[in-house]
T-cell receptor, first 111, second 114 residues
Framework: RKEVEQDPGPFNVPEGATVAFNCTYS??????FFWYRQDCRKEPKLLMS???SGNEDGRFTAQLNRASQYISLLIRDSKLSDSATYLC????????????FGGGTRLMVKP | DVKVTQSSRYLVKRTGEKVFLECVQD?????MFWYRQDPGLGLRLIYF???????EKGDIPEGYSVSREKKERFSLILESASTNQTSMYLC?????????????FGQGTRLTVV
């Protein structure tokens, strides 16, 4: 079983739609959680950290469920520019500094 | 802004060559990483360094070694390049752990071994 699992997609949605991605992780000791965004042929960049109480940044909402070991990302009012691959990332060592990446979920927003 | 710079965007090397991939970060980060990214396999950690001269193997260290003689520089070495090492290589750095674990990536090196 992979440490971090994501549905690879692609998710094809119209502009303005709401879309949600889930990610599951296997290491119950994981401390920190992130969502990264990767555009085609570019390096990954941090989208947002995920906090235990859940957090929102504009149209983006991240949730963490430690008991079930999953993380979610909700995107409201999708824009064409949201088209990218979204990577779920967790830390996996005691120091909390070694990152493990999921395989990514591809989102395509259509006009 | 944090800057992570990889020495080459594209490299073509021959089978059996020794290959050096260089990475430099300018934010005094403790941690540096080398990943490779392949279609369908995502980002896989090759090696991780948490301090000068300190390193830990990642998930796929076979065929690779690393060097961190200075805090800002982390080198990935392919001792004898093989065609299955053709990939996109991504270097990253982070300040610390927990909430400081955010990794900043270089632009990547696309290596082709022929």
């Amino acid at each position: 079983r992979k440490e971090v699992e994501q549905d690879p997609g692609p998710f094809n949605v119209p502009e303005g739609a709401t879309v949600a991605f889930n990610c599951t992780y296997s290491n119950s000791a994981s401390q920190s959680f992130f969502w990264y965004r990767q555009d085609c042929r570019k390096e990954p960049k941090l989208l947002m950290s995920v906090y235990s109480s859940g957090n929102e940044d504009g149209r983006f909402t991240a949730q963490l469920n430690r008991a079930s070991q999953y993380i979610s990302l909700l995107i409201r009012d999708s824009k064409l520019s949201d088209s990218a691959t979204y990577l779920c990332v967790v830390t996996r060592n005691n120091a909390g500094n070694m990152l493990t990446f999921g395989g990514g979920t591809r989102l395509m927003v259509k006009p | 802004d944090v800057k992570v710079t990889q020495s080459s965007r594209y490299l073509v090397k021959r089978t059996g060559e020794k290959v050096f991939l260089e990475c430099v970060q300018d934010m005094d980060h403790e941690n540096m990483f080398w990943y490779r990214q392949d279609p369908g396999l995502g980002l896989r950690l090759i090696y991780f360094s948490y301090d000068v001269k300190m390193k830990e193997k990642g998930d796929i260290p076979e065929g690779y070694s690393v060097s961190r003689e200075k805090k800002e520089r982390f080198s990935l070495i392919l001792e004898s390049a093989s065609t299955n090492q053709t990939s996109m290589y991504l270097c990253a750095s982070s300040l610390g752990g927990g909430s400081s674990a955010e990794a900043f990536f270089g632009q990547g090196t696309r290596l082709t071994v022929v």
